[in-house]
């Protein structure tokens, strides 16, 4: 078991430096928060040159390469869902930028209640993640908080505005 991986780990094989977030997984402290800003320039990037429905595709694709680097990661970290792995946290603000309202106001509204429901996990999410294992385990639980997020925004965007 690796307690804390380094820079040394995250290059040694592509799992790793997908699972932990092209190295944002090795910040100090709140990887997953740095996970989930991480989402942000890759969102906007991926933004600018796709159209939302390809762009759908591509975060499907991208989950399904973190339920294999994910889960090649924990198996080499020892821990099934090792804090450093961040990427579950990106594909998912991903998913939560592709439909959230744009608009800073709104995405920094989606950053805290994804983070809340991340952190929290309220049920389902953490029956989820305590029944599934693996990869798929890790990228799913983050789904359904985004899902949750998306749930959350939905409400206050027709409540209120």
Same mark, same amino acid.
């Given at each position: 078991?690796? @307690?804390?991986?380094?820079?040394?780990?995250? #290059? &040694?094989?592509? !799992?790793?430096?997908? $699972?932990? /977030?092209?190295?944002?997984?090795?910040?100090?402290?709140?990887?997953?928060?740095?996970?989930?800003?991480?989402?942000?320039?890759?969102?906007?990037?991926?933004? @600018?040159?796709?159209?939302?429905?390809?762009? #759908? &595709?591509?975060? !499907?694709?991208?989950? $399904?390469? /973190?339920?294999?680097?994910?889960?090649?990661?924990?198996?080499?970290?020892?821990?099934?869902?090792?804090?450093?792995?961040?990427?579950?946290?990106?594909?998912?603000?991903?998913?939560?930028?592709?439909?959230?309202?744009?608009?800073?106001?709104?995405?920094?509204?989606?950053?805290?209640?994804?983070?809340?429901?991340?952190?929290?996990?309220?049920?389902?999410?953490?029956?989820?993640?305590?029944?599934?294992?693996?990869?798929?385990?890790?990228?799913?639980?983050?789904?359904?908080?985004?899902?949750?997020?998306?749930?959350?925004?939905?409400?206050?965007?027709?409540?209120?505005?």
């Amino acid at each position: 078991m690796i @307690a804390r991986p380094d820079a040394r780990f995250v #290059f &040694a094989h592509p !799992a790793h430096f997908i $699972a932990l /977030g092209f190295g944002t997984g090795l910040a100090p402290v709140a990887p997953g928060t740095v996970g989930t800003a991480l989402a942000f320039p890759i969102y906007v990037l991926l933004d @600018a040159w796709l159209e939302p429905l390809t762009l #759908f &595709a591509v975060v !499907a694709v991208l989950f $399904a390469i /973190g339920v294999w680097a994910c889960g090649r990661t924990g198996r080499d970290l020892g821990v099934a869902d090792h804090s450093a792995m961040n990427w579950d946290e990106v594909v998912a603000m991903l998913l939560v930028l592709l439909v959230a309202p744009s608009g800073w106001q709104w995405w920094t509204f989606a950053f805290f209640a994804f983070r809340f429901f991340d952190v929290l996990k309220p049920p389902p999410i953490r029956d989820v993640d305590r029944a599934l294992k693996g990869g798929l385990g890790v990228m799913l639980d983050d789904i359904l908080a985004g899902f949750f997020t998306l749930l959350l925004i939905a409400i206050v965007k027709r409540l209120f505005f």
